[in-house]
């Protein structure tokens, strides 16, 4: 949906502002209507508020900032490697043990995610890669400090509960930096732009956020962080499906090798469950 608005030449942070304006309504209703699960501490909304702002602000931001410099295949190639990431700042700063079944998982699904994307890295080096890749990793690295940070304030605020005040804090955001920035009236784009806008807000921030929330609720982060790895598989589908993009034989070999380390990460887990 983000490549459909760039057709009618609307800039990065005014669709990130269409998309989270669009998107805050639905936060606020539930936020009234629902309450957290337990009394909180002032150190806890002060977490939930750093994590506002990395989780849907900062990573968004850099994540439409470094397309503007790099190829759509090789950022996504670099996006996810955030499954090891949240390992990582798990294991630094919560103390998660990393079993040898989710390193290989990570190992295995991130060399898939290699396969999928091998025939677009084609690099011009009058394009800013450089610039572009750091960009993109900064993405990467604030949505797995969210990821984290969420399997650790999720049980205290419950999942639907934090959900709704972390996106409602990334909305302000998006704001004020809209505000700060732009001069450009939000008004003055084509209708097309608006229904995206529309879209994107409730099909791929609001339903999959929530869904997220209960998935890290269920799974851990760092189970979720692997299970993430999906992403580029579904990219290609909907990308051959909606964009006319290609869909090639090495693409769908790499999507069976990002499965096999899903299934590699998680084998020991169902094994255990059935017992």
């Not at 539930?30 to 900062?58: A, C, F, H, T």
């Not at 190992?107 to 960009?135: C, K, M, P, W």
């Not at 940070?149 to 804090?169: D, E, Q, R």
């Not at 806008?197 to 189970?223: D, E, H, Q, R």
Request: glycine share 6%; net charge positive.
């Amino acid at each position: 949906m983000v490549k459909l608005a760039y057709q009618y030449d609307i800039d990065s942070i005014s669709l990130l502002l269409l998309r989270m304006l669009f998107a805050f309504p639905f936060y606020l209703v539930v936020s009234i209507v629902k309450r957290p699960k337990e009394k909180l501490q002032s150190n806890d909304y002060l977490w939930l508020l750093g994590l506002g702002m990395v989780g849907y602000y900062l990573a968004s931001y850099f994540d439409f900032l470094g397309l503007q410099y790099i190829k759509a295949s090789l950022e996504r190639l670099i996006l996810f490697i955030y499954p090891t990431l949240v390992l990582l700042l798990s294991y630094i700063f919560l103390g998660k043990t990393i079993t040898k079944k989710q390193a290989l998982g990570v190992i295995v699904t991130y060399i898939g995610v290699v396969i999928i994307f091998s025939n677009e890295l084609v690099i011009n080096q009058e394009d800013r890669v450089l610039y572009g890749a750091v960009l993109i990793f900064l993405s990467a690295l604030t949505y797995a400090s969210y990821l984290t940070g969420s399997g650790w304030l999720i049980p205290k605020f419950g999942a639907t509960v934090f959900t709704s005040y972390a996106m409602m804090i990334s909305c302000a955001c998006v704001v004020m930096h809209y505000i700060y920035t732009k001069e450009v009236s939000i008004l003055s784009f084509p209708a097309e732009v608006y229904w995206i806008g529309l879209a994107m807000a409730f099909f791929a921030t609001v339903i999959p956020s929530y869904l997220i929330s209960y998935a890290i609720k269920i799974l851990g982060a760092n189970n979720f962080s692997i299970f993430g790895s999906l992403g580029p598989v579904s990219t290609i589908v909907l990308a051959y499906i909606f964009l006319d993009e290609n869909l090639t034989v090495i693409q769908l070999l790499g999507s069976v090798v990002v499965i096999s380390g899903i299934f590699i990460a998680e084998k020991r887990k169902k094994k255990a469950t059935a017992g």
